[in-house]
């Protein structure tokens, strides 16, 4: 299984940047779909989650500002990111809890799958 994060990139405080998160392989089925970021000498936190039914939430920083979407015929996952501010600088990464097929065996545990990571750089 492969995740590749694209759309990151510099914008000015209060502009917006549209994150995509393409997984690819051997997926037979994604349950949640998340975004994370890690900003320099910070913990990675959780930004943003889908499940597979829709249901999404938030961290408080982001609440109002960010929107997370998923496409499940593409098994693709975004994140709409509006009204950017400094403290919003980060590498961010998506995340997918998935299952996977192979030679037509299910695999009957979900796994947690990483992207590579994009930056977002605002500036003030």
């Known amino acids: 299984v492969q995740l590749q994060a694209s759309g990151g990139g510099l914008v000015q405080f209060g502009g917006s940047l549209r994150l995509s998160c393409a997984a690819s392989?051997?997926?037979?089925?994604?349950?949640?779909m998340d975004w994370f970021r890690q900003a320099p000498g910070k913990q990675r936190e959780l930004v943003a989650s889908?499940?597979?039914?829709?249901?999404?939430n938030y961290a408080d920083s982001v609440k109002d500002r960010f929107t997370i979407s998923r496409d499940n015929d593409n098994d693709r996952a975004y994140l709409q990111m509006s009204s950017l501010k400094p403290e919003d600088t980060a590498v961010y990464y998506c995340?997918?809890?998935?299952?996977?097929?192979?030679?037509?065996?299910?695999?009957?545990?979900?796994?947690?799958?990483w992207g590579q990571g994009t930056q977002v750089t605002v500036s003030s």
């Open positions: 995340r997918i809890n998935a299952r996977t097929i192979v030679d037509g065996v299910v695999s009957g545990r979900w796994y947690d799958y």
């Open positions: 392989g051997s997926i037979f089925e994604i349950n949640e």
């Open positions: 889908i499940s597979i039914s829709g249901l999404k």
